[in-house]
């Protein structure tokens, strides 16, 4: 069984429209998964008192509040514990894709990514995340 095959519900946090847009088509044309998309950590906060998500797809670099800081008080609520968290970002070095690893994320897509591989590309990050635990 593959690990996407039990994500339902996707919440993406982007403030790039393009990034979002693409994503959305994409998912939506390749998956049954339901979409939400909000722009800011903000708003994702908010969202996740009455949606949770079973992946979250995390920009690194947003204004105000940045992937790490959403992802620090994402984690502090409890019923999310078991969702995935994938960070997206444009900029990456391969210290930071072991920081964020380090956050406790499962990984990193870079942007751009192929939105027609875009659910293989989670699978393998998620797979690689768990494989990676058992280390």
């Given at each position: 069984?593959?690990?996407?095959?039990?994500?339902?519900?996707?919440?993406?946090?982007?403030?790039?429209?393009?990034?979002?847009?693409?994503?959305?088509?994409?998912?939506?044309?390749?998956?049954?998964?339901?979409?939400?998309?909000?722009?800011?950590?903000?708003?994702?906060?908010?969202?996740?008192?009455?949606?949770?998500?079973?992946?979250?797809?995390?920009?690194?670099?947003?204004?105000?509040?940045?992937?790490?800081?959403?992802?620090?008080?994402?984690?502090?609520?409890?019923?999310?514990?078991?969702?995935?968290?994938?960070?997206?970002?444009?900029?990456?070095?391969?210290?930071?894709?072991?920081q964020f690893r380090a956050l406790g994320a499962e990984g990193v897509i870079t942007k751009p990514f192929d939105p027609i591989c875009?659910?293989?590309?989670?699978?393998?990050?998620?797979?690689?995340?768990?494989?990676?635990?058992?280390?």
């Amino acid at each position: 069984m593959r690990y996407t095959d039990s994500i339902k519900n996707v919440l993406l946090v982007d403030d790039d429209t393009n990034i979002t847009f693409l994503t959305k088509i994409a998912l939506n044309e390749l998956t049954d998964w339901k979409i939400e998309v909000v722009e800011s950590g903000a708003k994702a906060l908010k969202l996740v008192e009455t949606f949770t998500p079973d992946l979250i797809l995390l920009d690194a670099m947003m204004p105000e509040m940045d992937g790490r800081a959403t992802y620090t008080k994402l984690r502090e609520m409890n019923w999310l514990n078991s969702t995935y968290v994938i960070f997206i970002t444009a900029k990456v070095q391969a210290d930071e894709v072991d920081q964020f690893r380090a956050l406790g994320a499962e990984g990193v897509i870079t942007k751009p990514f192929d939105p027609i591989c875009l659910v293989d590309t989670i699978e393998e990050v998620i797979t690689q995340s768990k494989l990676n635990a058992v280390k």
